[in-house]
């Protein structure tokens, strides 16, 4: 089939233009939904090449044609890699016109691959990029006048993935810190002894790592769940005190702080803790960044809810359990429910690492925290699927534990993010039904190109941020 869409950004063309060409944009541009996972972005528009990895070991080959390129307005991708050559037959064109609102983009594709699986993902495509680019706008006058060098643990997770694409696609400079076999833009981190100069030529540190929290509440992954946490923090804090350049440490928390059992009760980043195993380590965690707050540094602890993302977490799950029929909220569903899309947290991130009025608690959650029963109901209307059966709350427990279960799938937490309130802070996806259809597939495609201007060719290269 073809398929020809257009929709306008809010930036200037050369602006749009380079956003393409840094390091990160086909991450931030692939689809959750799609099985497709980015392994190498072709370093140059005009005849680059792109490889993507598929299902069964398969990669997708996608090589770009220097005939059909014309800098700052058009680049074109071919897909060459056999068997998916034939069975694709992928050609995409893009295009980059002036308009009055800022850039009109036009993707014109002819592919073998069927209809509603290719409007799904330009219009996740088009959203993506649409809300990067006017994030960028929102916090241009944040921007600094050289690039940050932004180191990143936790870089390979889910969350580290996405910031890093952001942060590249911004500009900036990532520096991953990895456990072993750096590559290069990475550096070997020994999270109990770290190198002294580990943190050399870096502005911001921000830090994910940590042992994977959702699992059965056993002794050891209770044990590795602090260990991962504390003692590393505290050490990297002491590096960022000790460390000339770095300006800020920007240090993983979570909404388990409040307890697993406050109600009705509004939690704001100045309610007190809560009771149980994850209060307690949350609390030494962000106790663990002090280091570097004693030495001036500015540290902001995010408290991260339940991250809403179609690559991993805890909707992937849900969506399978819909999917064979067993969908349902936990026992009576009248439990609050405190989450945050992946594409939030990391503007939350990112704007953290630039805004100097930020620091201390972030509480990093949507403004519209929901009950169970409604995150299930909005999960059943983007999935098409009966969200009927209850889910007896003894299954959570049979596979997290009592204590577990309790304290994650259980959870009963109301946390709004007053901070993010306060400084007008403006989310991509602020109610869950807009999160979700993001995430699996159930936007709307742009489907009409308002009209054009008449086009400029003495426009110069926009700087990062700009005035409109």
């Given at each position: 089939m073809s398929l020809t869409t257009s929709h306008v950004v809010?930036?200037?063309?050369?602006?749009?233009?380079?956003?393409?060409?840094?390091?990160?944009?086909?991450?931030?541009?692939?689809?959750?939904?799609?099985p497709i996972t980015p392994v190498t972005q072709a370093d140059k528009l005009s005849d680059g090449t792109?490889?993507?990895?598929?299902?069964?070991?398969?990669?997708?080959?996608?090589?770009?044609?220097?005939?059909?390129?014309?800098?700052?307005?058009?680049?074109t991708d071919v897909c060459t890699s056999a068997p998916i050559k034939l069975l694709a037959n992928w050609r995409h064109v893009h295009e980059f016109a002036d308009h009055p609102d800022g850039t009109l983009v036009t993707d014109s594709v002819t592919t073998r691959v069927p209809g509603a699986?290719?409007?799904?993902?330009?219009?996740?495509?088009?959203?993506?990029?649409?809300?990067?680019?006017?994030?960028?706008?929102?916090?241009?006058?944040?921007?600094?006048?050289?690039p940050l060098t932004v180191a990143v643990t936790g870089s390979r997770g889910l969350v580290g993935r996405a910031l890093s694409a952001q942060l590249t696609t911004a500009g900036h400079e990532v520096i991953q810190l990895v456990r072993k076999n750096p590559k290069p833009g990475q550096r070997e981190w020994d999270p109990f002894s770290p190198d002294p100069d580990l943190l050399d030529g870096v502005d911001v540190l921000v830090h994910l790592a940590g042992e994977p929290i959702y699992g059965r509440f056993s002794g050891n992954h209770k044990q590795a769940i602090r260990d991962s946490r504390v003692e590393p923090t505290r050490r990297l804090a002491r590096l960022v005190a000790e460390t000339p350049g770095v300006s800020t440490m920007i240090s993983a928390s979570a909404v388990g702080y409040y307890g697993s059992d406050r109600g009705e009760e509004e939690l704001t980043e100045s309610s007190q803790r809560g009771e149980g195993f994850l209060a307690d380590v949350v609390a030494d965690w962000e106790s663990a960044t002090a280091p570097a707050s004693d030495a001036g540094k500015r540290v902001i602890q995010l408290r991260i809810g339940a991250v809403v993302s179609g690559r991993g977490g805890l909707l992937p799950v849900l969506k399978a359990l819909f999917s064979t029929g067993l969908g349902g909220s936990f026992g009576d569903g009248n439990f609050w429910f405190s989450w945050i899309s992946l594409d939030d947290l990391t503007d939350i991130i990112v704007r953290g690492a630039l805004d100097p009025d930020w620091s201390g608690p972030v509480n990093a959650v949507s403004p519209n925290p929901v009950l169970n029963r409604e995150l299930t109901a909005a999960l059943s209307t983007q999935l098409h699927r009966p969200a009927i059966i209850p889910i007896p709350t003894l299954g959570p427990a049979i596979l997290l534990g009592k204590e577990g279960a309790q304290e994650l799938a259980l959870a009963d937490q109301r946390v709004i993010p007053r901070v993010l309130i306060d400084a007008a802070h403006a989310f991509r996806y602020p109610t869950l039904d807009?999160?979700?259809?993001?995430?699996?597939?159930?936007?709307?495609?742009?489907?009409k190109a308002p009209e054009l201007e008449a086009p400029d060719s003495g426009d110069g290269p926009a700087?990062?941020?700009?005035?409109?």
């Open positions: 809010p930036a200037p063309r050369e602006f749009v233009w380079d956003w393409h060409t840094r390091p990160g944009a086909l991450t931030r541009l692939t689809p959750p939904f799609a792109t490889i993507l990895a598929l299902p069964a070991g398969l990669k997708w080959v996608a090589r770009h044609d220097l005939s059909n390129y014309r800098r700052g307005h058009r680049f699986a290719l409007k799904s993902m330009f219009a996740y495509r088009q959203q993506q990029l649409i809300n990067d680019i006017a994030f960028l706008d929102r916090i241009a006058h944040l921007q600094p006048e050289q807009r999160a979700l259809a993001h995430e699996l597939g159930g936007e709307e495609l742009y489907d700087p990062l941020g700009w005035s409109r």
